[in-house]
């Protein structure tokens, strides 16, 4: 079930919500915890029934190797082994279903031939495994408490979160699921949590899906061995730069407001990342609790940068390479978080250096060339092959040809293609209204990008990074931005019901 369509807005939401208010009004606040971790469970079983088990078979799992740590003695020394067990565990069932056809596959290009069931990806398994992990770890440290069952399982199948993040800590959430916190909640901030959602619903169904109408036909052609131009590669890049920035932070959104509406907080997980004046800011701002937890459960135990500069480097390439592996069972999305871990390495090489010897950037060129190696990179996210990413990254350098409208030619008594410095100039009718698009879009995209206050701002979630124009347009318990609301929110319906519901990009992560 997608959070952008008629059965959720219109069936699931208003079920629960109201079955929330009034069985915890009716019977308290404990009826109230089981009444939404049923509701979670059923929002995942739309998707299919056999995606339930593996859920509940992890949560249950989980929940007894964390108690069983939370009751052990920091001196005692089984606890290393009971966590290895539990964090074998989680890796065993996400590598089973996430990874098990993409080893096979690479096993048999090599000669080796091994046959499997097809599998099917759990929706979210990405994200409740690595949540899992951070608590088993947080148990083991003697961080974490013992928790009751039921408030574990609606910690890790909470619907607002549970299919595509963000990845949540239970130091931020178990305290807001007790029965006594449930039981407190009141509708005080239902008004902002719905500008919240309407507000995501709008960049998921307005700006997301009308850019991915932009670049899908490039990539998709891309991976049918037909390459693009100059122009169609670089309007695909930028159009899918734009589409999963919306896309992701339209969902951010979204969960942030549904999770507000039960009265509970979920962490802010996207903070205007474009605007990033260096990748490291970016990863600041971006999946911010996927950053979080590569950094606490993975780079710091590696070593950190407390090792030296070699084994730091080492350390960054190898946590970004395992982030891209994250993301999907593929070389383009490893490629992909390599690539990061450079442009990371690169950038602190650059912090150590700039000072010392007089490097000089301006805050603009940096937002700029932050942007176009961010942009750059989406190019392997978003190729289904390697094949189909050089396609595109040949497209960007011209390689492909360089498509040239025939009528401007013309004026030049040029009526043939030809070659310049290495470069095949050809002639082409263009379609006006696509080239346009392509030209506009991207622009379109900056402007809210980097001019306009992010929702995160406007809905007071980082008062402390609100900027001038963010505090002037931020949300107030007022008739105005109620019409607001409503409004937007009638745009992102309509656009539903006018379109086909098309999922977010994280949702089979």
């Given at each position: ?120 990806l759990p929706l979210g398994i990405s994200f409740y ?159 911010m609790t996927l950053s979080a937890f590569l950094r ?43 690539l990061h871990g450079l442009y990371l390495l690169v ?163």
């Amino acid at each position: 079930m997608l959070f952008n369509s008629d059965q959720f807005l219109f069936e699931f939401l208003p079920a629960v919500l109201v079955g929330f208010f009034a069985i915890r009004m009716l019977m308290g606040g404990r009826a109230a915890q089981y009444w939404l971790a049923a509701g979670s469970l059923v929002f995942y079983a739309s998707a299919g029934l056999t995606l339930l088990p593996p859920l509940l078979a992890s949560a249950l799992t989980n929940f007894m190797i964390g108690r069983a740590l939370a009751r052990r003695a920091a001196s005692d020394q089984r606890r290393g082994a009971i966590l290895f067990l539990g964090v074998g565990f989680d890796l065993s069932l996400l590598g089973y279903f996430k990874y098990a056809a993409f080893v096979v596959g690479n096993l048999d290009a090599l000669g080796f031939s091994f046959a499997i069931p097809h599998i099917t990806l759990p929706l979210g398994i990405s994200f409740y495994t690595f949540t899992q992990i951070a608590f088993l770890v947080d148990a083991a440290r003697g961080q974490a408490a013992e928790y009751d069952f039921p408030r574990y399982l609606l910690f890790v199948s909470f619907f607002p979160h549970l299919i595509a993040g963000p990845i949540i800590h239970h130091k931020q959430m178990m305290p807001q699921l007790t029965p006594e916190k449930l039981s407190e909640k009141k509708l005080d901030s239902a008004p902002r949590a719905i500008m919240l959602f309407a507000i995501g619903l709008a960049k998921k169904v307005l700006l997301a899906d009308g850019f991915a109408r932009l670049a899908t036909p490039v990539f998709t052609a891309a991976n049918q061995h037909s390459p693009p131009g100059l122009i169609s590669a670089w309007g695909g890049m930028l159009s899918y730069t734009f589409q999963i920035y919306f896309d992701f932070s339209g969902y951010s959104d979204m969960a942030l407001g549904l999770a507000l509406l039960f009265g509970v907080t979920l962490p802010v997980n996207f903070l205007a990342p474009y605007k990033s004046e260096s990748i490291i800011e970016f990863w600041r701002t971006w999946h911010m609790t996927l950053s979080a937890f590569l950094r606490d459960y993975l780079y710091i135990p590696l070593g950190g940068n407390r090792k030296g500069k070699i084994r730091r480097y080492i350390n960054l390439m190898l946590t970004m390479t395992i982030g891209g592996l994250w993301h999907g069972a593929g070389w383009t999305f490893v490629l992909w978080g390599g690539l990061h871990g450079l442009y990371l390495l690169v950038n602190h090489v650059w912090r150590l250096n700039a000072k010392p010897r007089g490097w000089n950037i301006s805050p603009r060129m940096a937002k700029g060339l932050t942007f176009f190696a961010v942009a750059l990179a989406w190019v392997l996210f978003r190729a289904d092959t390697m094949h189909a990413a050089d396609s595109v990254y040949a497209g960007l350098i011209g390689l492909n040809g360089i498509q040239l409208m025939s009528n401007a030619l013309k004026v030049f008594g040029i009526h043939h293609d030809f070659t310049v410095f290495g470069l095949h100039i050809v002639r082409q009718e263009f379609d006006q209204t696509r080239m346009w698009l392509d030209i506009g879009a991207p622009i379109l995209g900056l402007i809210i990008c980097w001019g306009l206050p992010n929702s995160m701002e406007l809905c007071g979630f980082v008062p402390e990074a609100q900027t001038r124009l963010g505090r002037l347009f931020a949300f107030r318990l007022t008739p105005q931005f109620a019409i607001l609301s409503a409004a937007i929110l009638f745009a992102g319906i309509d656009a539903i019901n006018s379109g086909a519901v098309s999922e977010f990009i994280y949702y089979r992560f």
